[in-house]
């Protein structure tokens, strides 16, 4: 440990960070050592010597979407905070039209009962506006770079409004928006493999679907992320984005994000439900809007969201969690699929 911290500078090493201070959530245990890398060299540099030590290593974003254990995070922890952003060459328009693989999520309002976020009226086709490369550290923020890229005339992103987190971690969970999800643009990324080695993968290797990639397999660190973005319509882009940020305003914001993927479609089809929304489930059949353990509690707005009301632990947290998933399974026969990554020790 001390190798490593002489290594990486005593004055930016903290042992013992409450890493609840770094996640949505606001739960979770220390960082045995925790370290900031402000470049994607620091990055590389602390998690290479780290593995090269032995000494186990974490990397997180701006965590989101993760759930770290009470006892907290042994060896290092790095959150990254590479922040470069280059505009490259202009492309060809595209050839081919995207698949869809989202529906829009059902969504509850107590005075108004069952409705979705309305997401039709701001939907438009930009595939055969001219393209423009963007190439962006893995640790900048989604919606910093949302913001920069459209006042630029650069668009593409504005679908992802409202959602926190690095571009890296979005394309770790293949995020989506509306119907739209971030692989519809992606590029190609470069990865830290788990030699230590630098590859680079385009998005057809990355075996990208509904909240899911090959990251959540192989442990690779994304390091850089190159997007094919439009040259289009920077007013509507600017409009959509504030717009649907403004509508979605009402999911929670002291939560780890959405808890469960939607349902299968087939799920769907034998339960007969309107909807495959997890949410909806879990509100409308399962009655569990507002159903807490401890500090952690269904939201009353959004019911695929757990919030911390307060003083949550990561075990109250998982109580409801797991209590959803025993009467889904239960009463309905379905295996509930979680978004959340967990971190740590419980």
Not at 65 to 88: M, T, Y
Not at 115 to 144: P, T
Not at 211 to 231: A, N, Q, Y
Request: net charge negative; with cysteine; glycine share 12%.
């Amino acid at each position: 440990m001390n190798t490593l911290i002489k290594a990486l500078g005593e004055d930016r090493i903290k042992r013992d960070e409450s890493l609840s201070h770094h996640t949505t959530l606001g739960v979770g245990g220390k960082a045995e050592l925790f370290f900031k890398a402000e470049s994607t060299g620091e990055l590389i540099g602390a998690v290479r010597l780290a593995r090269n030590l032995g000494i186990q290593v974490t990397v997180i974003g701006g965590g989101s979407n993760i759930l770290v254990g009470d006892r907290g995070v042994k060896g290092l922890v790095v959150k990254n905070f590479s922040n470069r952003i280059s505009v490259g060459k202009k492309r060809k328009r595209a050839e081919a039209y995207p698949e869809k693989v989202v529906e829009t999520r059902w969504q509850s309002d107590l005075e108004k009962g069952t409705f979705k976020y309305e997401f039709a009226d701001l939907n438009y086709d930009e595939w055969d506006e001219e393209r423009i490369e963007v190439v962006m550290d893995s640790g900048v923020s989604l919606q910093g770079s949302m913001a920069r890229l459209i006042d630029q005339g650069i668009t593409g992103l504005q679908w992802f409004a409202r959602i926190p987190g690095t571009i890296g971690g979005a394309i770790y969970n293949n995020i989506h928006g509306g119907t739209h999800t971030i692989g519809e643009v992606l590029e190609r990324v470069s990865i830290l493999n788990k030699d230590g080695e630098i590859k680079t993968l385009s998005a057809s290797e990355l075996a990208m679907g509904y909240d899911t990639s090959r990251f959540h397999k192989t442990g690779e660190i994304i390091t850089e992320v190159v997007l094919d973005l439009f040259l289009g319509d920077k007013s509507r882009a600017g409009a959509v984005a504030r717009e649907w940020a403004r509508r979605k305003a009402i999911q929670p914001s002291r939560s780890a994000g959405c808890v469960f993927k939607n349902i299968s479609d087939i799920d769907q089809e034998n339960l007969g439900y309107p909807t495959s929304s997890a949410g909806y489930l879990i509100e409308h059949v399962l009655k569990m809007s507002g159903f807490r353990v401890g500090g952690a509690m269904i939201s009353e707005s959004h019911h695929n969201f757990i919030i911390n009301t307060g003083e949550a632990s990561a075990k109250d947290y998982l109580a409801v969690k797991d209590e959803i998933v025993r009467r889904a399974k239960e009463e309905l026969g379905i295996d509930l699929e979680s978004e959340i990554v967990l971190l740590g020790e419980f």
